[in-house]
């Protein structure tokens, strides 16, 4: 039996049973109930953003069809560079388990798609494949599952009001209204993508405001930015991709459909917060987080994931930061790394052991003296953040990226050694020496490329990322030229550097 509460999804309701357990013939029902005139397949292409095919039809025999063989499209379009013009199709096929009518047209029955080749495989170099066969692979060697979430931030940009509740400048962390005053289109955001995806955690406004925007682009020029975050539950790194595609694309339609902008754009202003894209992982096990030992400590797994991240840190930027703005945003004392290490609740650390619900899940008894029953979790919850990727991150390689990590830190030696080293402890901004022993993440686009080619092999080796992909993303971060920005710009006189800077933060508004 499928939960009857306001956000699940619809149809669940209708066809009482979990979205996992979708097929053909539940979904024909849906056609015939709903009045479904077409359906629309989605998939992100090698931009990352998300592609849509309408597909009418006026039969339910068409519509079988349609859902049982897929279509084909044009490969070379979608992945320029990977596919060549003289053998370019590939089919898309509907995923069942992600169908769900689109909030913007109530005649769409939508899916998430994967590419398959003329021999019906996964086309082995499209991102979401790649993603998908990194979590196969990790399943495989480890004997685990990798869970992941995302924490999407981002911009809302519009016409502002009459200034009465202005906040102060880097305050808007969980702001409320008056003071933040576009809450409602974000809630309907939340409410879009809780009922589709079935797994949001929370939504708040966060650090980064902006009264008046300078900028040469008038869509820019003098309007409102608000700050906003959507974080989810964790979930099967796989399907994460696909709930952060399909967030991205509400979060834009919602927003255009509101008269505004939402820009996941890694920088907007100098001094005020950018736009990250963290993710919390854990390793699971039958059902069960396998992050903490019986005294509610960091067990070895989570000890090992870490270390795979710190090893395979460097060349993350390559799938985190793919933008020279991107590098405008990692700057010390702004929540935000430079050096690769990691700590316990420390934001300025790249990896973060959050607070985990690991020693006390029924917290609420403590202020609810009147509560008797006792809650129990034996999920467990504690995860490990990675902080240096922002909103320009080729979402798919990263998870697939941090699969790879996770999965080197709990099948390779020298893991847990390679964690007890680079743990620190209090703000690593405010210890020089600390700072100078650390080693840095990239500081440029370009940095980046060649520490990617330099470590190729942790990625290709593994049989998930094809060499062609790999080649690809080093070009498009070759293509920034930004190696000597920083310098560039601080050369400058103070307004005309500010003006340069504000050109380079805002030329990817659409683009991130």
């Known amino acids: 039996m499928t939960d009857k509460l306001a956000l699940t999804n619809p149809l669940s309701r209708f066809l009482d049973k979990e979205a996992a357990d979708f097929c053909r013939a539940d979904l024909l029902k849906v056609v015939e109930e709903y009045g479904i005139e077409r359906f629309s397949f989605l998939y992100t292409g090698m931009d ?40 370019s199709d590939l089919y898309v096929v509907p995923r069942y388990r992600t169908a769900f009518i689109s909030p913007f047209d109530s005649r769409s029955l939508d899916f998430m798609c994967r590419f398959l080749d003329a021999d019906g495989n996964r086309a082995p170099f499209t991102p979401d494949n790649v993603l998908s066969l990194a979590h196969q692979r990790f399943k495989k060697n480890t004997g685990f599952e990798f869970h992941a979430l995302g924490e999407i931030e981002f911009f809302l940009i519009g016409e502002g009001g009459p200034g009465l509740f202005t906040p102060p400048r880097q305050t808007g962390y969980h702001a409320s209204a008056p003071f933040f005053t576009f809450g409602e289109v974000v809630n309907e955001m939340v409410r879009h993508i809780a009922r589709i995806t079935g797994a949001i955690k929370y939504a708040h406004a966060e650090v980064g405001f902006i009264d008046s925007i300078r900028s040469d682009l008038e869509i820019l020029k003098g309007k409102r930015a608000e700050q906003h975050e959507i974080e989810f539950l964790t979930r099967p790194v796989d399907e994460m991709g696909d709930f952060v595609a399909l967030s991205r694309w509400i979060i834009r339609n919602v927003a255009f459909r509101s008269g505004m902008l939402a820009t996941f754009a890694p920088k907007l202003e100098e001094g005020v917060a950018g736009n990250g894209f963290h993710v ?25 994931l870490i270390g795979g991240l710190v090893h395979h840190a460097s060349s993350l930027s390559a799938f985190g930061n793919t933008v020279a703005p991107a590098f405008l945003r990692l ?10 290490c ?32 006792e809650y129990t979790d034996p999920r467990g919850h504690q995860t490990v953040e990675i902080r240096s990727p922002d909103g320009s991150a080729l979402f798919n390689l990263l998870l697939a990226g941090l699969t790879n990590a996770a999965e080197y830190g709990l099948t390779q030696d020298g893991m847990l050694e390679l964690a007890g080293r680079t743990k620190v402890e209090g703000n690593v901004f405010s210890n020089p020496k600390l700072l100078e022993d650390l080693e840095p ?36 971060l070759m293509r920034e030229d930004d190696e000597r920005l920083n310098e560039t710009l601080a050369h400058m006189p103070a307004d005309e550097r500010l003006t340069a800077t504000r050109q380079v933060m805002h030329r990817d508004i659409h683009r991130n």
């Open 48 to 87: 990352n953003q998300l592609k849509e095919l309408k597909l009418p039809f006026s039969s339910l025999h068409h519509a079988e069809r349609i859902l049982a063989a897929g279509e084909r499209v044009d490969g070379s379009s979608l992945f320029p560079g990977l596919m060549d013009a003289s053998s």
């Open 331 to 340: 700057v010390p004392n702004h929540e935000a790394p430079t050096r690769i």
């Open 342 to 373: 990691w700590s316990d609740r420390n934001r300025s650390a790249l990896i973060r052991v959050p607070l985990g619900w690991a020693k006390a899940a029924d917290l609420a008894r403590a202020v609810n003296p009147r509560e008797t029953e």
């Open 441 to 476: 993440l990239p500081n440029s686009c370009v940095a980046a490329a060649r520490l990617l080619d330099e470590r190729r092999a942790l990625y290709e080796d593994h049989g998930t990322f094809h060499a062609q992909v790999i080649d690809n993303v080093i070009a498009q």
């Open 280 to 304: 919390h992982m854990e390793v699971m096990k039958d059902g069960k987080n396998l992050m903490t030992d019986s005294k509610g400590e960091l067990s070895e797994h989570a000890l090992r």
